[in-house]
C-alpha cells in the first residue's frame, strides 16, 4: 500500500482497524558519506545513528508507521539492504554500466564502501514472516551479507575480461550520475539480531 491516500497517510485510513500494514523502506537510511572507503559502524535494528541528508526523508516516513501500533494497526516497518537478484538493479548493474562508459569495471576511491544486501527471495520470505507473526511496531532488517564495492568491480571485471578502476568522486558523477555515484561511494551495514530472532 503506497505511504499516502488522497494525501492522508495510509496510516491514518487504517486506524482502529487491526490490519496488518507493512511499510518496505530499506537500509539507505543508515547511509553514510565515506568517499568509498571503508566503515566499521554497522547497524541493529533499533542502534541510534546519525541521519545524512540524502536520507532524511527515511525516518520521517518510518516512524509514523511504526507509532500506528498505537492506533490499532498492526504496523511493521521493514528495511531491506541493497536487493538483488532478477532485475537487479543495484550495485552490480551499476558497475557492469561503467564497463560499458569506460571499459572498466569502476569503483568509488579505495572501493571499500560497503552496502548490507539480501536477495529478493529473502526479503518476500520476511515479508511473509513479519504478517504472519511480527509484532505491532517493530522495524526489522533484511539483510543476508555484505560486500566493498571493489570486490563486486573485481567479479565484474573477471566477469568482463577488463580491468578494475578507481574514481575520484567528481568522475564517478560523469560515469553515473549524482545519485548513483553517491550510493557506490557511500556505506550502508546493518545487522539483524532481533530480526532474525
Do not use: K, N
Not at 88 to 94: F, I, R, T
Not at 126 to 140: F, K, P, Q
Not at 162 to 174: F, I, V
Request: include cysteine; proline fraction near 5%.
Amino acid at each position: 500500500m503506497r505511504g499516502d491516500l488522497d494525501g492522508g497517510r495510509a496510516e491514518d485510513a487504517l486506524a482502529g482497524s487491526e490490519t496488518s500494514f507493512l511499510f518496505v523502506s530499506g537500509s539507505g537510511v543508515l547511509l553514510q558519506r565515506t568517499g568509498g572507503a571503508w566503515s566499521e559502524d554497522s547497524f541493529a535494528e533499533d542502534d541510534p545513528f546519525t541521519v545524512e541528508p540524502p536520507a532524511a526523508r527515511r525516518p520521517a516516513v518510518e516512524e509514523p508507521a511504526r507509532a500506528a501500533a498505537g492506533r490499532d494497526v498492526r504496523a511493521i516497518v521493514l528495511r531491506p539492504g541493497m536487493v538483488r537478484g532478477p532485475g537487479e538493479h543495484g550495485h552490480l548493474a551499476l558497475i557492469r554500466r561503467s564497463v560499458d562508459r569506460t571499459g572498466a569495471a569502476c569503483s568509488v576511491g579505495e572501493g571499500l564502501s560497503t552496502y548490507s544486501h539480501v536477495h529478493l527471495d529473502d526479503v518476500a520470505r520476511l515479508a511473509g514472516l513479519a504478517l504472519a507473526r511480527g509484532t505491532a511496531g517493530a522495524l526489522d532488517h533484511a539483510v543476508a551479507g555484505e560486500t566493498p564495492t571493489r570486490w563486486i568491480a573485481e567479479a565484474v571485471a573477471r566477469e568482463r575480461g577488463c580491468a578494475t578502476r578507481s574514481l575520484t568522486p567528481a568522475e564517478a558523477t560523469t560515469v553515473w550520475g549524482a545519485f548513483d555515484a553517491l550510493i557506490l561511494a557511500a556505506s550502508s551495514r546493518c545487522r539483524a539480531p532481533r530480526t532474525r530472532r
